[in-house]
């Protein structure tokens, strides 16, 4: 019997989350999350609020939780509005949940993490391990909280061995709201003249998947998750139905003066990601932790294409009115 | 970039092997001409075609008896190659005619063979199949036949569409790339111009090609020279083209990481699965049993002054042998010779170079006196040689880390290709 809580279980990824924990009947699930859940959870129970470390401590013992997935990150299902307010909900968020579990005795932490906290560099290997360590500079934004959240990580695994924090460095997911892809499907997405690194994806059903998966066999430390092909931004762009367009740099980065979100969006990270590859190498996820993509990165960008729709296939629909009309009552 | 992550840098990669090179050595093999199904329905029109030719050609050929089995069938074979001979035939036979209309007609004829001949040569089996299809029961050495206009334009009108497709396939984004960056469909737009300048140009001669394992890892170890690297592309295309198993390998080359910081060069190497020379790339690459050239005389051995030529480089700190000792590869010396005087540097400006941020910047007597001519490299004679392999295995991984055993095998593996190159000089009589 395993008791996990969700920490974020409002977006869209928590909720997908928690659904496919359901489906395991040995799972009670618990949610949490900062706002009323946008989609349905299952058979999990949650609550709506922003607790401080002991009031967490309060839940994490009195639901006698053993597993907690830490998906509370700004920045991941909607643009940050603010980005103190995002600091304190990334990264003292996360400390505190940490400090929490290790005081009610959790066994393990699950965290989503991003393949880009190692930064892009014309010195990175091409497919970087995860005995690379995280950039501490040249990030910004919901990135850099990252990197700070992986570097207490880091510190936190070693000086508490006994309790297992593992962090899924995930590549930028595919489905639901991401702002890469948002930056890909508006007109004429910008381009540095000359580059065209590779980059990564993941679908988000891949994602959901992982996180189930980690969540309920031991696992600590990093993992890199991608999908097994990458991509060229260029051809990410003309997947997402766009056509790029070549400019210099200043053009790209984002202004401080110009910070108006009724802007069209610019890259979205930092724009050393325009010039040199973060390739992460997946090896670990899928030998340790038997873990494997389902979904290829050009293909989820093409299935997104089409707002998330099921494809046209009468068999699948007739299977899953079928399902839907036999469901236990 | 962290201090500690500079100081790991620095500590772990003593030589950057450097080279940039344009690579075709990986496209899939299928994309070179390939034999296609024997077409049998030629054959009759091919018998007519047997009849002398007259001087005065006559508009409707009489039919010709059964075809005696002829040698040039090889035209299911090497399509392209047979096109090339009906082509100049169909402008003799023009050329002999008397009416001036009919003349030009044949060279209106000539022209279309030679395009689509041209264009055959980058098609796959399939393609090829299918135009075969196309030309099915045409004479192509009938041009006053209206069957031969017909086909003619049949082929014309599928190859543009098959170039429509290809920009419209690439324009929605749909083509595969592996996680280094390679790009088949680049290396195949690539493809035609280094077989140029590999058997036109410098007519290179490949030797012991028989030391380049067919399968398994192994790691090229060649001496760098000749401004901008061309040798390596040159390496990659003599093991693609030339290796006597025909296996088609593919060499990743290791470039200086330099050049990822370059617009337009970055994405150019990735496309062409070149890799920034990095230890950690050179030993996954080998680890996946790849074949990969390293070039330990870096930026020494590319920009070395005329009056050095030959005279090899220090090889770095022997970073290549730990490489190779680590994964257990052997090792293969190559020796280049040809490639020094492609472009005869007798200065480096320095000054400019520093102002540009480049490595060296060469004064050649026509660079950059000629502009862009003076890129054009000499065509000179390449020799390519490929010494047997020096085998690492029995050393141990542990050897990596014992300076003594690097260095040595270092000098070994100097040593050999400097007298590979001196013996090759020596039977030289000309640079060109």
């Known amino acids: 019997m395993r008791r996990v809580l969700i920490n974020g279980v409002g977006g869209v990824l928590g909720a997908r989350v928690a659904r496919r924990l359901c489906e395991d009947a040995d799972v009670t699930v618990i949610g949490l999350s900062r706002y009323e859940p946008l989609a349905p959870l299952g058979r999990a129970e949650w609550l709506v609020a922003q607790l401080n470390g002991l009031q967490l401590v309060e839940l994490l013992e009195a639901e006698q939780i053993d597993t907690v997935i830490q998906i509370d990150f700004a920045g991941t299902e909607a643009p940050v ?11 003292i968020g996360t400390m505190d949940l940490l400090g929490a579990c290790l005081r009610a005795g959790v066994q393990q932490v699950v ?72 930056y890909f499907s508006q007109p004429w997405p910008r381009m540095l003249i000359g580059f065209d690194p590779v980059i990564q994806l993941l679908s988000i059903n891949d994602a959901v998947e992982a996180l189930a998966h980690f969540a309920l066999n031991p696992c600590s430390g990093p993992y890199n998750l991608a999908a097994d092909d990458a991509v060229c931004i260029s051809q990410a762009i003309r997947l997402c139905g766009q056509l790029p367009s070549p400019t210099i740099e200043s053009m790209i980065v984002r202004s401080k003066r110009d910070v108006s979100r009724d802007q069209p969006q610019y890259w979205p990270v930092d724009v050393n990601f325009m ?24 293909d989820s960008i093409i299935a997104t294409r089409q707002n998330g729709q ?6 699948a629909s007739e299977a899953a009115l079928r399902a839907f009309l036999n469901r236990k009552r | 970039m962290s201090e500690s992550i500079e100081i790991e840098v620095a500590g772990s990669a003593p030589t950057p092997p450097v080279s940039v090179e344009i690579d075709v050595s990986h496209a899939p093999a299928e994309a070179e001409p390939t034999p296609a199904q024997p077409n049998k329905r030629r054959s009759r029109k091919r018998a007519s075609a047997e009849v002398p030719v007259q001087p005065n050609p006559e508009p409707e050929p009489s039919p010709a008896p059964p075809p005696p089995p002829h040698p040039a069938s090889a035209w299911s074979t090497q399509p392209s190659e ?15 005619a008397e009416a001036p209309s009919s003349s030009s007609l044949g060279d209106i004829a000539a022209g279309l063979l030679s395009l689509v001949g041209e264009n055959m040569r980058r098609m796959t089996e399939e393609q090829v199949g299918k135009v075969n299809e196309m030309l099915g029961g045409t004479d192509l050495r009938d041009y006053l036949d209206p069957d031969f206009w017909k086909g003619i334009g049949m082929v014309l009108q599928y ?74 592309a040159m390496i990659a295309s003599a093991v693609a083209s030339e290796h006597p198993l025909q296996v088609g390998r593919v060499v990743r080359s290791l470039h200086l990481h330099w050049f990822t ?75 280049v010779v040809g490639a020094e005087e492609i472009y005869p540097m007798l200065h480096n400006a320095e000054s400019i170079a520093k102002m540009l941020g480049f490595p060296y910047f060469p004064i050649t007597p026509f660079f950059p006196w000629l502009g862009l001519l003076g890129t054009i490299p000499l065509p000179t004679r390449w020799n390519i040689t490929f010494c047997p392999p020096i085998s690492t295995e029995e050393y141990g991984p542990r050897a990596a880390d014992d300076p003594l055993t690097v260095l040595s095998l270092a000098e070994r593996v100097r040593d050999t290709i400097q007298e590979t190159i001196n013996t090759r000089l020596a039977e030289r009589t000309s640079i060109f």
């Open chain 1, 81 to 91: 509005s603010s980005r103190e307010a995002a600091i304190q909900q990334n990264v």
């Open chain 2, 82 to 96: 047979d096109l090339f001979e009906v082509e100049l035939e169909v402008r003799n036979r023009a050329a002999q």
């Open chain 1, 111 to 182: 965290v989503r993490s991003h393949s880009w906290v190692y930064g892009a560099s014309p010195l990175n290997p091409m497919m970087i391990d995860e005995r690379r360590p995280v950039a501490r500079s040249g990030l910004r934004g919901f990135l850099r909280d990252l990197a700070e959240v992986e570097i207490f990580m880091g510190e936190f695994a070693e000086q508490h061995p006994d309790m297992r924090v593992a962090s899924l460095r995930m590549a930028p997911l595919v489905g639901g709201w991401s702002s890469l892809i948002d």
């Open chain 1, 275 to 298: 010039r040199h590859t973060c390739v992460v190498d997946t090896h670990r996820a899928k030998h340790e932790m038997g873990w494997a993509p389902q979904y290829g990165a050009a």
């Open chain 2, 159 to 232: 190859q543009v569409q098959e170039q429509v497709d290809f920009i419209k396939r690439r324009a929605r984004g749909e083509y595969t790339i592996d996680p280094y960056g390679l790009d088949p469909d680049i290396i195949e737009i690539v493809r035609p111009f280094v077989s140029f300048m590999y058997h036109t140009w410098w007519r290179v001669q490949a030797q012991g090609l028989e030391n380049v394992p067919a399968q398994g890892r192994a790691l090229l170890v060649a001496n760098h020279s000749g401004v901008l690297p061309w040798d390596g």
């Open chain 2, 261 to 335: 910081t370059l617009p337009f060069i970055a994405p150019a190497l990735a496309a062409t699965g070149q890799v920034p020379g990095l230890p950690e790339n050179a030993v996954r690459l080998l680890e996946n049993d790849e074949l990969v050239c390293v070039f330990p005389e870096g930026i020494k051995g590319v920009g070395k002054l005329y009056k050095d030529r030959y005279k090899l480089a220090r090889f770095g700190r022997g970073g290549f042998i730990q490489v190779a000792l680590r994964t257990g590869a052997p090792i293969v010396p190559v020796a």
């Open chain 1, 310 to 315: 099921a494809p046209p296939d009468r068999e």
